[in-house]
Each structure stands twice: as structure tokens, then as C-alpha cells.
């Protein structure tokens, strides 16, 4: 079992920036790809970025290539997602995930354990 706990979310204005983290603990981080997921309202939940369980690879949905960073600390149990140039589309609750796997994948099916989501509101 992995228990994730994601924090960092607010409002934000557009342009502006902020760093989601998820802290996890139970088994062994390391052991496990994340990834960033969210839904806004009315939307479906939506792939943002992942990354290996050794940080050597990343993946990222292209709405928000060159505007996020995801990163981990493996050492810390943490994962985070540095959030820039933030437009009012980036509305949504953010969770983060974790699959037992050696890629950085892009679907939720590969994803066993969820956050409980933290919320990001982007206004103009």
C-alpha cells in the first residue's frame, strides 16, 4: 500500500506559478512510477506529467510542455509540480499517482494508488 497526500494548491493569477507536492509513505517510493493527473469541473480526469521511479525519465501532456516541471526526491518520499505561466485552463483539482512500473506512462490504468487531490484555481 501507498498512501499519497498531495498540497500546494490555491488560487492563483493567470501568469503566475505555484509547486504541487505529494508526499507519499508506505512501500518503497522508489519502487513506483507518478504521475499528475487532473479534472476540472465537468471535464473528464486528464493526464498532466509523470515520471519514472528513478527521475530518469519524464513524460508530459503537450498543453503543458515548457510550462511544468515535474520532479521527484526519492530521498524525501516526495513528488512535486512546478506549475508555471498559468493560464485560467489550468483550473482543476491536481492528483498525483503511483504505478508500480519502470516507464513514465501516460494512462491512469497503469496508476494503483491515487491522492486525494489538491485544488488549483487560475484566475484572470
Known amino acids: 500500500q501507498v498512501q499519497l497526500v498531495e498540497s500546494g494548491g490555491g488560487l492563483v493569477q493567470a501568469g503566475g506559478s505555484l509547486r504541487l507536492s505529494c508526499a507519499a509513505s508506505?512501500?518503497?517510493?522508489?519502487?513506483?512510477?507518478m504521475g499528475w493527473f487532473r479534472q476540472g469541473i465537468g471535464k473528464e480526469r486528464e493526464f498532466v506529467a509523470a515520471?519514472?521511479?528513478?527521475?530518469?525519465?519524464?513524460n508530459y501532456a503537450d498543453s503543458v510542455k515548457g510550462r511544468f516541471t515535474i520532479a521527484r526526491d526519492n530521498a524525501k518520499n516526495t513528488g512535486y509540480l512546478q506549475m508555471n505561466s498559468l493560464q485560467l485552463e489550468d483550473t482543476a483539482v491536481y492528483y498525483c499517482?503511483?504505478?508500480?512500473?519502470?516507464?513514465?506512462?501516460?494512462?491512469?490504468?497503469?496508476?494503483?494508488?491515487w491522492g486525494q487531490g489538491t485544488q488549483v484555481t487560475v484566475s484572470s
Open positions: 515520471i519514472s521511479r528513478g527521475g530518469g525519465s519524464t
Open positions: 508506505g512501500r518503497a517510493f522508489d519502487m513506483y512510477a
Open positions: 499517482a503511483a504505478g508500480r512500473t519502470t516507464i513514465a506512462p501516460s494512462g491512469a490504468s497503469w496508476y494503483d494508488y
